[in-house]
């Protein structure tokens, strides 16, 4: 069985005031002649397909024309599931019908029927584990001990390995935090208080897991993979290089690994020097189209100084003066602020404030708080 996975399209991505869909418009134009080139027999695409539950229009379109291009054209199956940006219940509009097409849409969790599939060896089960939050679990499976992240994927996987054959193989699709993992700036928490990670041992069932979430393209264990992001979607992932996985599985289910590196329209990179230097242009063929931050090393003041850049690279999209701030350092009570999960940013701020650190009662209710602030923001409506 030849398996094309990838994950967290993020269609709809708005970076630093710039609207993505160009870009990645022309990344998917690649992929689609990726899956012409490789030919996969399936094709997994493990979450965050939109940046948010309520897509621009121009992101729905570019999906459909995707999508459209790869059933239609090369007839490959498609297994898409939710991931915590998207709206379940938008993305699996259609569902029943779409499949007899070859598209299985999986965001609720009332359709964890496996997809099977056939190669010469037989049968494979593609097990979909769409991103749902623990008390969601709760509630559909009937299940209280699902009461964090962890034990809420343990239940789905029972859920649906329960119902298989046990010989058979089987591939998971899921959209997950496992411990160990490699993150970035840009993947929003699946929680807040440090309860969003799970553990590898909830895949072991699985020959292969095909895994979104994370943006850095890396394995955690011998068959547990993620994909990584279509594209560069923060500063801090410009030392990434974005690709898709192909994978091989044979009759046993052992699978061979191949990483297939995209080329987007413009890069996402960051600059250091002083700005008369930056000023000279690229000094080693880089383009002046791609997308940066520039951190100048000059303790005086620079006059219009985005705008001198911009001259010479357009894309420049954000700057940092850290000589310009208190030590030098772009630093808060806590550490870099912007590498804080939200409770620890808040614990800084309230024990500056207040000289009292917080305690547990008021730490359960900001979590509540903010993790209601991310699921209202999931349900929220144009």
């Known amino acids: 069985m030849r398996i094309l996975h990838t994950s967290d399209w993020h269609l709809g991505r708005i970076f630093h005031g710039v609207h993505l869909t160009d870009d990645q418009s022309y990344i998917l134009d690649q992929f689609v002649k990726l899956v012409g080139d490789t030919r996969p027999d399936v094709i997994l695409i493990a979450g965050d397909i939109y940046d948010r539950s309520v897509p621009p229009a121009e992101a729905v379109k570019l999906l459909d024309e995707t999508l459209s291009s790869i059933l239609l054209d090369f007839g490959v199956p498609i297994v898409m599931i939710a991931g915590n940006h998207d709206s379940p219940e938008r993305l699996g509009f259609g569902t029943r019908l779409l499949a007899r097409q070859g598209l299985h849409l999986i965001g609720q969790l009332q359709g964890l029927t496996p997809v099977v599939l056939h190669d010469s060896h037989g049968p494979v089960y593609f097990c979909p584990l769409p991103y749902a939050e623990p008390?969601?679990?709760?509630?559909?499976?009937?299940?209280?001990?699902?009461?964090?992240?962890?034990?809420?994927?343990?239940?789905?996987?029972?859920?649906?390995?329960?119902?298989?054959?046990?010989?058979?193989?089987?591939?998971?699709?899921?959209?997950?935090?496992?411990?160990?993992?490699?993150?970035?700036?840009?993947?929003?928490?699946?929680?807040?208080?440090?309860?969003?990670?799970?553990?590898?041992?909830?895949?072991?069932?699985?020959?292969?897991?095909?895994?979104?979430?994370?943006?850095?393209?890396?394995?955690?264990?011998?068959?547990?993979?993620?994909?990584?992001?279509?594209?560069?979607?923060?500063?801090?992932?410009?030392?990434?290089?974005?690709?898709?996985?192909?994978?091989?599985?044979?009759?046993?289910?052992?699978?061979?690994?191949?990483?297939?590196?995209?080329?987007?329209?413009?890069?996402?990179?960051?600059?250091?020097?002083?700005?008369?230097?930056?000023?000279?242009?690229?000094?080693?063929?880089?383009?002046?189209?791609?997308?940066?931050?520039v951190t100048l090393q000059d303790t005086e003041a620079v006059l219009d100084a985005i705008g001198k850049l911009r001259e010479v690279y357009p894309n420049v999209l954000h700057i940092e003066r850290p000589h310009l701030t208190s030590g030098g350092e772009l630093r808060g009570p806590g550490g870099d602020h912007r590498r804080l999960s939200e409770i620890d940013l808040f614990s800084s701020f309230f024990e500056q404030v207040t000289g009292a650190p917080l305690d547990d009662g008021q730490a359960g209710a900001f979590t509540e708080t903010v993790e209601g602030l991310y699921r209202k923001e999931r349900e929220a409506r144009p």
Not at 194 to 211: E, K, N
């Open 135 to 293: 008390a969601v679990v709760r509630e559909i499976l009937a299940d209280p001990e699902a009461v964090d992240q962890e034990r809420a994927m343990y239940s789905l996987v029972n859920r649906t390995v329960k119902t298989l054959p046990p010989d058979a193989r089987k591939v998971a699709i899921a959209h997950a935090f496992v411990a160990g993992g490699e993150a970035s700036e840009s993947e929003r928490p699946l929680s807040v208080g440090g309860t969003g990670t799970v553990d590898a041992s909830c895949f072991q069932p699985f020959h292969y897991t095909a895994l979104g979430h994370l943006h850095q393209s890396q394995n955690n264990g011998d068959n547990i993979r993620y994909a990584g992001s279509l594209m560069k979607y923060s500063f801090s992932e410009s030392a990434h290089t974005k690709s898709v996985t192909l994978t091989e599985m044979d009759g046993a289910g052992k699978t061979a690994l191949e990483e297939i590196c995209l080329t987007p329209r413009r890069d996402v990179r960051c600059l250091e020097g002083f700005i008369k230097d930056i000023l000279t242009g690229p000094q080693n063929g880089e383009s002046r189209e791609d997308y940066l931050m």
